[in-house]
């Protein structure tokens, strides 16, 4: 008794689980060019604020880390977009070969179905694994963009003070 051919719903499933990753990589891919943009905006501000200040000037060196920390944002950020970018294809690949082999146990053709059942789970895994691997790096990117935050905060509250 094979499951995909006497219950219609395994194949269902099958192709579903890669195309809703492949969803919400999607969105992942969209908020990450999302907050690079929000980075490259914020670098342009501070550099165009570095240029007007006269050199020695106190906010040099304070726009200058600034600076240095977007950079460090940026590279988590172009990391990150590109796993989430590998993991989107695994999963379409993913639900591409489990199509494929659903095709092909329907058409009682078992090792093509068995390899591409082995296929389609290397591939799902290799999408898990860069997800995974990209979500990290944002989680880092939003630890140094709060910590950049704070900072800031603590600047403008000392700005007032003076």
């Known amino acids: 008794m094979d499951p995909f051919t006497d219950n219609p ?11 809703v990753l492949t969803n919400a990589c999607s969105v992942l891919c969209l908020g990450t060019g999302n907050r690079i943009a929000r980075v490259v905006d914020r670098s342009r501000e501070l550099s165009a604020a570095l240029e007007k200040l006269p050199s020695g000037d106190e906010h040099c060196n304070r726009y200058e880390e600034q600076l240095a920390g977007l950079g460090e944002r940026a590279k988590f950020l172009f990391s990150a977009l590109r796993l989430a970018y590998t993991a989107l294809g ?3 690949a993913a639900a591409l070969v489990a199509v494929l082999g659903s095709a092909s146990a329907f058409l009682e053709q078992g090792w093509i179905f068995r390899t591409a059942a082995a296929i389609g ?7 898990v694994v860069c997800l995974v691997s990209g979500c990290t790096l944002m989680i880092r990117e939003v630890q140094l963009a709060l910590r ?3 900072e800031e905060a603590q600047d403008a509250i000392a700005a007032v003070k003076r």
């Open 9 to 19: 719903f395994a194949v269902l499933t099958t192709v579903v689980a890669p195309a």
């Open 90 to 92: 695994c999963f379409a």
């Open 121 to 127: 789970l290397a591939i799902g895994g290799l999408g």
């Open 148 to 150: 950049h935050i704070s």
